[in-house]
């Protein structure tokens, strides 16, 4: 039975890829960056390698397992987005990879290219053999139905994973457009403010405006009131 070895330290791509390979007959490994990928490599034997771009240290761990024996012609595939310490997938595949896998993850995609890769499991080939014409029909449709039952599980977690996406999306959507909202009332309160202490200040030029016309009237009407008296105690 071909042996596989996953190293991700992202618990449920570990998970997800690990099921998708076992339940098609490979022998997977799982482990995480710190459990000694390359010595595991060296001790399974392991045929084809995952390695997960989410790992700090990947880049290293590949170039390390192509300087062992049979690493040097060992498939190494990538999967995932990548640590923010790895520029883009390419560099990876530049460090030795043969092939990156995008998220989320295709499990039939992956499982057709390690097939490619390493051929089908040992599962498959037996399932493959003839069998008495007796028994034909019903190990037949026994395959038909363990296959469109892995296919329906796949097609379900690729469902529930676009509808998690897009949930995620009208999230994102519906934040920025309460902050677009918010931004908006926050300047049209600032506007408003503006012109309220514009007319303020309006409003107090002219009081000013007015009580000084007052006052000049008063005192106007005191002078006159002033020489018509110093007039008429002129002419007594």
Known sequence: MATILVLDDEQHLLEELTKGLVAVGYNVVSIGESESPVETFVTEAAELVFLSLHAKTVLAVCESIRTTGEGAIVPILFIGSGHPSIRSPSEAL????????????????????????????????????PVPIDNALTEQSDLASASDDFLAQLNAEDTASRERDQVEQDQRESALREAA???????????????????????????????????AAQETQRITESEERRREVEMA
């Open 181 to 215: 909202e918010a931004e908006r009332r926050k300047i049209e309160g600032a506007e408003i403010l503006r012109r309220a202490g514009e007319q303020a200040e309006a409003d107090r030029l002219r009081e000013l405006e007015e009580r000084r016309r007052n006052d």
């Open 94 to 129: 530049g460090a030795g990879g043969d092939y990156h896998f995008e998220e989320p993850l295709d499990l039939k995609k992956i499982i057709a290219k390690v097939t490619t890769y390493i051929g089908p499991s040992d599962a498959a080939l037996a399932d493959a053999r």
